[in-house]
């Protein structure tokens, strides 16, 4: 009919006719388009109780389910009683948390992303950091944290996955009906929607600023694809992570530098910048070009107050995973800022580069953000040292050992990922204050209490709600994809729900070797096909577009899934999301992870099986390495023992089947006469108690609130106060040392004789220094001795670092000293290091002079 209607050129006018709730009813509108109901389990069940169906059809988004709301459908739930007691009890608790005001005296920190995984049906997201970042703003909102979000308003967002036949990944877009998005214009003072403009190779373009709240937190989207801009700029916030390196480019000059401005254009004034990932660093120039016009300062104090108050997170443990750009694509969109900061188009690059002067190199954007930032940390405690070994490229007078780069080990937002069915039990068990202090271990040590058939009453009910919506979509896919009948119901039939069933579920990336347990197929066999014994694994998982051997993987286990050996005992679900995620991390009993160490810089899906009861099989890498305790789980060693990749997937692949065969699989199946198995009820028990509450968002917001946030800004407003009177002091300091520092000389060196004579264990080691120190006073320097082993001829390792002390001073001579007693035997290498101090510096690193002496 309607091919018809355009055939015969019929004239056609769009209308939409917005959905009109009833008066008693309009609360639901005002739920729906904050995402607070998404993590509030009261609010979620409103929402399904009005059609569970219709829900699950539209992706779990109330806004949707609101539009297909009839009038006869609305009435009757007015009539219902019980409806609308509990639509008014979720809504006085929405409107009693909206209330409460942030607590006074706090700084506002402005966090910048590229994505935002808040929930399935708001496609902002793509994996991990996403989902990471939502979790966050959700935990801020929960703890009144005075933070203020900036990312990209995506119309197609991540693709969508489909499998074929053959198990090739099939990529299709599905663009965003804005309707059903809880996103709203930001308008200025006249009522205006706030648009801001970058200026991409000679040409301007215009994004305009939506607001999503996310609880009691404001994220400002920026969206091009508006009419004031040409096509193809209105497609760069199209899809996340789409197109070329010229369009992330875009992307990343959009979030940055857009970012800024709108919340500049907003009248907005941050306290504190936190980038979340190195895509958003430009705005570090934007931020050092509005000090320079705006506050008049001098460059040197504009930088150094942009990085007093900016924090860089890195999340990526290669070097290849960081995004960098050509010198010449990026003269054509950044040029213009050599005019705006005053600098040469070197200068500029320099802050991309390890070595300036080189052409060649590409422009790195976290080399960018750690020099436009006075902190940086990783995501885990392993993360945190592979960052420093990564970064000490730009600190070559330090052992990576000395890097002021730390970690926040990343977690979860229980209120999202826990199921409804253990929330109830852990509020009943754990008693009041649990839900203000989910980081006390005498809570969770109270599930100890709680006898086992109620715990694995929870888990068999999980199971079979996750087995139960695996055959339902199951089914659809096969039929889908045009499966034999036959073989649809084989497979169906084969899933049993008294197996032991074991996820494996995300990104599809080969360094996280999604393959590894088909290394030996016969006994991979024999491990599922037990009938006394049934093992069912579930897969998972998306490859990015452009990852050739992600999607191979992907192909290979789906025909793996055809074999007759494996069929209903190995099993690809396609199309993997939040929604998948929560069902999986709550359902199965075993969440797999095998990445190759040391690449895997935290992971979060197995810290969300952890709160729902399931126990982690993984190797020590990541996050593991902290949250492994023995008899709460399984771990795979964290060291390589070959350094031959293929030997040391077969390795682990042997020791993965050793561990299922001779513990996991006799542990779940010593089962009593009730069905119950003490010992795996244990393991339940265990890592709910020693591990859930290291890994609560809860802990990761105190984490960075006490390394982070609070360190910039009380040094911030010490730089700032009586209009940046330290902040000028400062930087006339590092410049009156930084033109000294050459001048200094060695007077004198004193040290033992260790060339001829070697140092009885028991014997101080002695040793003084002079030096003639020009311009500069003893206050203005420090003099230290560092102790090294030698590991190899390029790699060093630092075993401990002294300070000499001030012995005395005459005229321009200081004269500093040491004796100290050597804890060890052993070979060292050592030697003095100059460097300046200062009591505003918050690290060496800031201000990087080191003389070897």
């Known amino acids: 009919m309607v091919g018809n209607l355009t055939q015969n050129n019929a004239k056609l006018k769009r209308i939409f006719i917005e959905p009109k709730l009833p008066e008693g009813l309009a609360p639901l509108h005002e739920l729906a388009t904050n995402l607070w109901w998404s993590w509030n389990h009261d609010a979620i069940e409103l929402f399904r109780s009005i059609d569970p169906q219709l829900f699950e059809t539209v992706n779990f988004n109330p806004l949707a389910l609101l539009e297909e709301l009839s009038i006869e459908k609305a009435q009757g739930l007015l009539a219902d009683a019980k409806f609308t007691a509990k639509l008014k009890q979720v809504h006085g608790d929405f409107e009693d948390y909206m209330g409460q005001a942030p607590a006074h005296g706090q700084p506002q920190i402005a966090y910048f992303c590229m994505e935002y995984g808040l929930h399935h049906s708001v496609r902002l997201y793509s994996g991990g950091l996403g989902v990471l970042a939502g979790d966050y703003l959700k935990e801020a909102s929960d703890r009144n944290v005075h933070l203020i979000a900036v990312g990209l308003l995506y119309r197609y967002g991540y693709f969508q996955q489909a499998i074929s036949l053959h198990g090739e990944q099939i990529h299709h877009l599905e663009a965003a009906k804005f309707t059903q998005l809880p996103v709203v214009p930001v308008r200025d003072e006249r009522g205006e929607w706030i648009k801001v403009h970058v200026n991409f190779a000679g040409r301007t373009v215009w994004a305009k600023v939506w607001q999503l709240n996310v609880g009691r937190i404001p994220l400002y989207l920026l969206d091009t694809d508006i009419d004031d801009n040409r096509w193809e700029d209105r497609a760069i916030t199209h899809q996340l992570y789409g197109g070329d390196n010229e369009n992330r480019l875009r992307q990343e000059i959009l979030l940055g530098i857009g970012g800024v401005r709108a919340l ?9 910048y936190h980038l979340n990932e190195g895509h958003a660093a430009f705005l570090g120039l934007e931020r050092l070009r509005n000090y320079l016009k705006n506050k008049q300062l001098p460059y040197e104090q504009a930088l150094e107050i942009v990085r007093a108050t900016q924090l860089f997170t890195t999340h990526t443990p290669v070097p290849a995973g960081h995004d960098a750009f050509a010198e010449s694509t990026l ?8 005019f705006a900061l005053d600098i040469s188009w070197e200068e ?60 926040v080990t990343n977690s979860v937002h229980f209120p999202t990922w826990v199921a409804g069915e253990w929330l109830e039990l852990y509020l009943k068990t754990f008693g009041k204050g649990f839900w203000e202090d989910q980081t006390n271990r005498a809570f969770w040590n109270k599930i100890h209490q709680v006898p086992a058939d109620k715990i694995m009453a929870i888990r068999r009910l999980l199971k079979k709600r996750l087995l139960d919506w695996v055959r339902r979509h199951l089914r659809e896919d096969l039929t889908r994809r045009g499966e034999n009948p036959r073989n649809i119901f084989e497979i169906i039939n084969a899933i049993r729900e008294d197996a032991l069933v074991i996820g494996f579920a995300r990104r599809f990336a080969t360094y996280k070797r999604a393959t590894l347990l088909f290394s030996n197929e016969k006994r991979l066999a024999d491990i599922v096909n037990k009938a006394d014994r049934p093992v069912l694994f579930l897969f998972a998982g998306k490859a990015h577009p452009a990852d050739k051997g992600g999607q191979e993987y992907i192909r290979f286990i789906y025909n793996t899934t055809t074999n007759p050996d494996f069929k209903g005992k190995v099993i690809f679900l396609e199309n993997y999301g939040m929604e998948m995620a929560k069902l999986l991390v709550q359902g199965v009993d075993i969440w797999l992870n095998n990445p190759t160490r040391p690449k895997e810089a935290s992971g979060t899906s197995g810290m969300k099986a952890v709160m729902n009861g399931v126990m982690n099989f993984s190797v020590l890498d990541g996050w593991w390495c902290e949250g492994y305790k023995p008899g709460a789980g399984w771990a795979l060693p964290e060291q390589d023992t070959y350094a031959e990749p293929g030997l040391q997937n077969e390795l682990d692949a042997e020791t993965m089947y050793n561990i299922l065969e001779t513990d996991i699989i006799p542990t779940y199946f010593d089962q009593n006469a009730g069905g119950i198995s003490e010992r795996w009820v244990a393991h339940i ?7 859930a509450p290291d890994f609560v968002m809860k802990r990761m917001l105190d984490d960075y609130q006490a390394r982070y946030y609070q360190a910039l800004w009380g040094r911030s407003q010490k730089l700032k106060k009586n209009n940046f009177i330290a902040l000028g002091q400062l930087v006339e300091w590092k410049n009156r040392v930084r033109r000294a520092w050459d001048a200094i000389e060695l007077a004198d060196l004193q040290a033992p004789d260790t060339f001829n004579r070697s140092l009885p264990l028991g014997e101080n080691f002695k040793a003084s220094v002079t030096l003639h120190l020009q311009e500069l006073s003893s206050s203005d320097v420090g003099v230290e001795v560092v102790f090294f082993r030698r590991l190899s001829e390029t790699e060093l390792e630092l075993i401990r670092t002294y300070d000499l002390d001030l012995e005395h001073q005459k005229g321009t001579l200081a004269t500093y000293s040491c004796d100290i007693t050597p804890k060890s035997a052993g070979v060292f290498e050592y030697g003095f290091r100059l460097f300046p101090i200062h009591p505003l510096l918050p690290h060496r690193q800031d201000f990087d002079l080191v003389r070897w002496l």
Do not use: C, W
């Open 264 to 272: 500049k254009a907003m009248q907005l004034e941050p306290d504190l």
């Open 331 to 338: 003269r054509d969109y950044l040029f213009e800022y050599t």
């Open 348 to 407: 500029l690059v320099a802050f991309g580069r390890v070595n300036p002067e080189d052409a060649s190199e590409l422009f790195s954007m976290s080399h960018l953000a750690i020099r436009t930032s006075q902190e940086v940390n990783g995501v885990s405690r392993m993360h945190g040292e592979v960052s420093q070994k990564m970064f000490n490229v730009l600190y070559p007078e330090y052992n990576y050992a000395e890097s002021h780069v730390g970690y």
């Open 685 to 691: 028990k265990n890592t709910i108690a020693d591990i």
